[in-house]
């Protein structure tokens, strides 16, 4: 059993990369499936650019726009760790990001418009490395969704799903005292409440 976060995040990330193409591509429909339970007409809901292999949700992008919902994607401000979230639409032609953050290889397109905070969210769907029994995720290792979390922890509740495969879902990861439990886990699986 890895001991610390950092081969926490070599184990998991290797079990992710080991799922073959067939059954990723059953489990990634599933998971969207699942997640179109939570898409109500006028809701406020973060989702992600995927990085590497984490879990692509086209498909939920894709009905929860057509059903109306608002759909909004991080924004990492420059020199702070807190996100903003900005409005994602669905038109005829491509969003242009207006910067991208990070390694060529692994940049997150960075859109602008009008930012939101994740208080202001109702759902915020979380990307996970590795996520345990009790809610604890472990991420990329950036502190963004952390100092979010953190943030977001004392208002209004703000739902934090973490999306991910089942070979990411642990009985237990290493906790910090600035670790936030998110609410639920969606996976291939089905969901899960903490």
């Given at each position: 059993?890895?001991?610390?976060k950092?081969?926490?995040r070599?184990?998991?990330?290797?079990?992710?990369?080991?799922?073959?193409?067939?059954?990723?591509?059953?489990?990634?429909?599933?998971?969207?499936?699942?997640?179109?339970?939570?898409?109500?007409?006028?809701?406020?809901?973060?989702?992600?650019?995927?990085?590497?292999?984490?879990?692509?949700?086209?498909?939920?992008?894709?009905?929860?726009?057509?059903?109306?919902?608002?759909?909004?994607?991080?924004?990492?401000?420059?020199?702070?760790?807190?996100?903003?979230?900005?409005?994602?639409?669905?038109?005829?032609?491509?969003?242009?990001?207006?910067?991208?953050?990070?390694?060529?290889k692994?940049?997150?397109?960075?859109?602008?418009g009008q930012?939101?905070?994740?208080?202001?969210?109702?759902?915020?769907?979380?990307?996970?490395?590795?996520?345990?029994?009790?809610?604890?995720r472990?991420?990329?290792?950036?502190g963004?969704?952390?100092?979010?979390?953190?943030?977001?922890?004392?208002r209004?509740?703000?739902?934090?799903?973490?999306?991910?495969?089942?070979?990411?879902?642990?009985?237990?990861?290493?906790?910090?005292?600035?670790?936030?439990?998110?609410?639920?886990?969606?996976?291939?699986?089905g969901?899960?409440?903490?």
């Amino acid at each position: 059993m890895p001991v610390d976060k950092t081969e926490w995040r070599r184990t998991l990330r290797r079990a992710r990369a080991q799922m073959n193409p067939a059954e990723r591509a059953a489990a990634t429909q599933i998971i969207n499936r699942l997640l179109k339970r939570h898409i109500r007409k006028g809701r406020h809901i973060g989702v992600y650019w995927p990085i590497g292999r984490e879990l692509r949700l086209d498909d939920f992008i894709q009905t929860a726009l057509k059903r109306g919902a608002k759909l909004y994607l991080p924004y990492i401000e420059p020199n702070a760790r807190r996100l903003w979230f900005t409005r994602y639409y669905l038109t005829g032609k491509a969003q242009q990001p207006e910067r991208k953050r990070g390694k060529p290889k692994l940049s997150i397109p960075q859109f602008d418009g009008q930012k939101r905070r994740a208080h202001r969210l109702d759902l915020l769907l979380v990307p996970v490395v590795g996520i345990d029994k009790r809610g604890y995720r472990l991420g990329q290792a950036g502190g963004f969704y952390d100092a979010t979390l953190a943030q977001i922890k004392y208002r209004l509740p703000t739902k934090t799903m973490g999306v991910g495969f089942g070979c990411q879902l642990v009985d237990e990861l290493p906790v910090e005292p600035h670790d936030i439990a998110l609410a639920g886990f969606v996976s291939e699986q089905g969901e899960l409440k903490f």
